[in-house]
């Protein structure tokens, strides 16, 4: 058997979030891994109610753990590194990363009680990292947090680039700008595969720079007659500042609110990429200034529940209130799938008679990923002999295929579980491997097709009923059968209370049953729960879930 490259995503291809990306290279079945990311997603109440987060099943990477090398980070976006705490222990191999990511994938780990030696601080291009048969480097391209890199991964076989997210920046305000010139000499030698984000395919006009918002933001500050406030994504470090000076160019004290947008700028300060950051107040500092003179830079810019956003739109958060004639701007993109908690919050805020700004007219955002004009310009500049799209929904992945087969370069739809074999001059699908989800749940990590979760959907459409009937020594029941409801009406179309109603058709049941159903507990659970359902379906018109407790006298 020959040697052969692999590329096997586990998550973020077919779907936006959970990136985690394999490499691989050896003979078949052999090979030595590298792997690209470990991130989350995040639940919703329809699909996942109650899940705090959700990442990659790393189960086939746990059963080839001794052929692991070394995990390497992209970049500190938690869809990119929010599950190395929850998967560092199974894995257990160090972690690579650029100094702001290595900072913050510390303080992850830390929470697990892991120590800094797990991650090692690398510097960009064109150092790079030996590991097996692999030598990767970190190379600089521009996103909307400091220090994205896309990977340069050199095997035997010949050189694949890993874009990492990306957008084609030249003035990105915080972090490195996007280097056309470096990224050719790089691609010069021949670049088998470009593995690359897929975001924005469908966007057609070229990506727009950070740069081009400090005069709108500043000008949108300084019209503001009371309070100013706005949210960001806390890890776009280049935003916040841009928000923050604004703030002081309108005679503003800046205040950040939430922890997570504090953490951001004191990682991005120790680690050197901010280095003029403007000086910001305490909130306890901000409550005793004339509203008019203040300018808070808060999180929750996704509806996040918790996040200062959400908590401002419902009331007080650390002494602060937003009243009539203050102004909150969204300087952000809602994610799909959190259009409900913007909303919401924005008319928490409506209510309170607050002027709520988004970014619909396009004068307080950029996107940080590439839009379709400029993925064909990375396209150009490497030259890959074959393009893989990741990140990206499948209509993402599908499209960006078709855009490299227009310029003539080999493409595959990988999906994740599909492992792919780079080794020809065309993308082969080599195997499928079994790529689910995990949910951490509260503090317990459940796989996605476990039920649990499927469960708690269920009581939540239908409701449940508790039933507890006891039996004595003779098989006969004691006394009578009682329910108690939960998340149920108290009456249905008899009238009577539904509690009641049960408890009388459990009774008759009881009554005619037979012997031998009286003595298998099996037999009585499926006929009262069949009961259950049956009566419920007649009062409410729904058939809860039903728990059978039976009690025997011994």
Known sequence: MT???????????????????????????????????????????????GVDIIFADIAWLVANRDRIEAVFITHAHEDHIGAVGHCFEKLGVRIYARAFTANLARQKLAEYGLGEE???????????????PFEVGFLPISHSIPESSGLVIDTPQGRVIHSGDFKLDTNPIVGEAFDPELWAEVASKGV?????????????????????????????????????????????????????????RAGRSVCLLGRAMRRMVEAAIETGVLTDFPKVIQVEDATQIPRENVMLIVTGSQGERRAASAQLSRGKYNGIEL?????????????PGNEKGVIHIMNNFSEKGVDVVDDSNGLYHVSGHANRPDLERLHDIVQPQMVIPMHGEHRHLREHVKLAQAKGRAGVLAVNGMMIDLSGN?????EWIDAGRTYLDGSVQIGAMDGIVRDRIRMALNGHVLVTVILDEDDE???????????????GRSNAPLNE??????????????????????????????????????????????????????
């Open 323 to 335: 009243k009539e004639g203050d102004m909150f701007l969204f300087s952000s993109k809602t994610i």
């Open 192 to 248: 088998k595969a470009l593995v690359c984000d897929s975001t924005n395919v469908f966007s057609p006009n070229p990506g727009r720079s950070e740069s081009e918002l400090g005069d709108n933001i500043t000008a949108l500050v300084a019209s503001a007659p009371q309070m100013m406030v706005a949210t960001t994504f806390a890890s776009n470090v280049a935003r916040v500042k841009t928000l923050a000076e604004a703030g002081v």
């Open 426 to 430: 065309t993308p082969t699908v080599a």
């Open 3 to 49: 040697d052969r490259i692999i590329y096997l995503p586990l998550g973020g291809a077919g779907e936006i979030g959970m990136n985690c990306y394999v490499y691989g290279y050896g003979k078949p079945g052999e090979e030595r891994l590298i792997v690209v990311d470990l991130g989350v997603a995040f639940p919703d109440m329809d699909t996942t109610p």
């Open 118 to 132: 797990t991650v090692k601080t690398c510097s960009p291009w064109p150092e790079t990292t030996k590991v097996g």
């Open 477 to 491: 029941p004691l006394g009578e059968p009682w329910c108690e409801l939960m998340g149920l009406p108290e009456t």
């Open 501 to 554: 109603v049960l408890e009388e058709d459990l009774s008759q049941f009881l009554g005619r049953a037979k012997d031998k159903v009286l003595s298998d507990d099996d037999k009585l659970e499926e006929g009262m729960r069949r009961i259950v359902r049956n009566t419920s379906q007649n009062e409410i018109g729904k058939k809860p879930e039903v728990t059978i407790v039976i009690s025997r006298l011994s």
